[in-house]
Nanobody, 120 residues
Framework: QVQLVESGGGLVQAGGSLRLSCAAS????????MGWYRQAPGKQRELVAT???????NYADSVKGRFTISRENAKNTVYLQMNSLKPEDAAVYFC??????????????WGQGTQVAVSS
Protein backbone atom coordinates (compact mmCIF):
# COMPACT_ATOMS: atom_id res chain seq x y z
CA GLN A 1 0.00 0.00 0.00
CA VAL A 2 1.19 3.50 0.83
CA GLN A 3 3.85 4.49 3.31
CA LEU A 4 4.10 8.00 4.76
CA VAL A 5 7.34 8.99 6.45
CA GLU A 6 7.59 12.24 8.40
CA SER A 7 10.77 14.08 9.28
CA GLY A 8 11.83 17.45 10.65
CA GLY A 9 10.51 17.36 14.18
CA GLY A 10 12.60 18.36 17.16
CA LEU A 11 13.03 20.77 20.04
CA VAL A 12 12.83 24.50 19.43
CA GLN A 13 12.52 27.58 21.59
CA ALA A 14 9.29 29.52 21.63
CA GLY A 15 9.26 31.92 18.71
CA GLY A 16 11.40 29.62 16.63
CA SER A 17 10.66 27.71 13.44
CA LEU A 18 10.59 24.14 12.21
CA ARG A 19 9.83 22.59 8.85
CA LEU A 20 8.19 19.19 8.72
CA SER A 21 8.28 16.98 5.65
CA CYS A 22 6.28 13.90 4.74
CA ALA A 23 7.05 11.71 1.77
CA ALA A 24 4.56 9.21 0.43
CA SER A 25 5.68 6.08 -1.35
CA UNK A 26 4.11 2.95 -2.76
CA UNK A 27 1.95 2.05 -5.70
CA UNK A 28 0.49 5.51 -5.92
CA UNK A 29 -1.52 6.55 -8.94
CA UNK A 30 -2.78 9.84 -7.55
CA UNK A 31 -2.74 11.69 -4.23
CA UNK A 32 -5.79 13.86 -3.67
CA UNK A 33 -5.52 15.47 -0.25
CA MET A 34 -2.55 15.69 2.08
CA GLY A 35 -2.49 17.12 5.53
CA TRP A 36 -1.09 17.43 9.01
CA TYR A 37 -2.74 16.64 12.31
CA ARG A 38 -1.30 16.80 15.79
CA GLN A 39 -1.91 15.17 19.13
CA ALA A 40 -0.70 16.51 22.45
CA PRO A 41 -0.59 14.32 25.57
CA GLY A 42 -4.04 13.78 26.99
CA LYS A 43 -5.73 15.47 24.05
CA GLN A 44 -7.50 14.32 20.93
CA ARG A 45 -5.85 14.40 17.55
CA GLU A 46 -6.67 17.68 15.84
CA LEU A 47 -6.45 19.12 12.38
CA VAL A 48 -3.53 21.45 11.69
CA ALA A 49 -3.68 22.01 7.94
CA THR A 50 -4.70 20.32 4.72
CA UNK A 51 -3.95 20.86 1.06
CA UNK A 52 -5.69 19.52 -2.03
CA UNK A 53 -4.04 18.37 -5.23
CA UNK A 54 -5.02 21.70 -6.69
CA UNK A 55 -3.27 23.61 -3.94
CA UNK A 56 -6.26 24.75 -1.91
CA UNK A 57 -5.40 24.97 1.75
CA ASN A 58 -7.23 24.86 5.04
CA TYR A 59 -5.83 25.75 8.48
CA ALA A 60 -6.86 25.44 12.06
CA ASP A 61 -7.57 28.86 13.52
CA SER A 62 -4.82 28.35 16.08
CA VAL A 63 -2.10 28.18 13.42
CA LYS A 64 -3.35 30.63 10.80
CA GLY A 65 -0.71 33.19 9.94
CA ARG A 66 2.06 31.13 11.54
CA PHE A 67 2.04 27.79 9.69
CA THR A 68 2.16 27.19 5.96
CA ILE A 69 1.35 23.91 4.26
CA SER A 70 2.69 23.15 0.78
CA ARG A 71 3.23 20.14 -1.41
CA GLU A 72 5.51 18.97 -4.16
CA ASN A 73 3.40 16.68 -6.31
CA ALA A 74 6.30 15.32 -8.34
CA LYS A 75 7.82 14.02 -5.12
CA ASN A 76 4.57 13.01 -3.40
CA THR A 77 5.69 15.17 -0.51
CA VAL A 78 3.90 17.59 1.78
CA TYR A 79 5.56 20.19 3.99
CA LEU A 80 4.56 22.17 7.03
CA GLN A 81 6.51 25.33 7.71
CA MET A 82 5.93 26.32 11.32
CA ASN A 83 6.94 29.79 12.43
CA SER A 84 6.48 31.69 15.68
CA LEU A 85 6.08 28.42 17.54
CA LYS A 86 4.36 28.47 20.91
CA PRO A 87 4.56 25.99 23.78
CA GLU A 88 0.99 24.95 22.99
CA ASP A 89 2.13 23.79 19.54
CA ALA A 90 4.08 20.96 21.15
CA ALA A 91 2.65 17.63 20.04
CA VAL A 92 3.22 14.62 17.86
CA TYR A 93 2.53 15.71 14.30
CA PHE A 94 1.04 13.18 11.92
CA CYS A 95 0.98 13.32 8.14
CA UNK A 96 -2.01 11.98 6.25
CA UNK A 97 -2.80 11.46 2.59
CA UNK A 98 -5.54 9.94 0.49
CA UNK A 99 -5.90 9.07 -3.14
CA UNK A 100 -5.70 6.12 -5.52
CA UNK A 101 -3.23 3.26 -5.78
CA UNK A 102 -2.71 0.68 -8.51
CA UNK A 103 -5.83 -1.30 -9.11
CA UNK A 104 -7.90 1.86 -8.65
CA UNK A 105 -8.18 1.25 -4.94
CA UNK A 106 -8.68 4.17 -2.60
CA UNK A 107 -6.15 4.73 0.17
CA UNK A 108 -6.24 6.89 3.26
CA UNK A 109 -3.10 6.48 5.32
CA TRP A 110 -1.18 8.04 8.20
CA GLY A 111 2.46 8.42 9.02
CA GLN A 112 4.02 7.28 12.28
CA GLY A 113 4.30 10.81 13.64
CA THR A 114 7.13 13.17 14.46
CA GLN A 115 7.58 14.88 17.81
CA VAL A 116 7.65 18.65 18.08
CA ALA A 117 8.68 20.13 21.43
CA VAL A 118 8.65 23.87 22.18
CA SER A 119 10.45 25.28 25.20
CA SER A 120 9.23 28.48 26.81
Amino acid sequence: QVQLVESGGGLVQAGGSLRLSCAASGSIVRINNMGWYRQAPGKQRELVATITDGGSTNYADSVKGRFTISRENAKNTVYLQMNSLKPEDAAVYFCTANGVVNGHEWFNDWGQGTQVAVSS
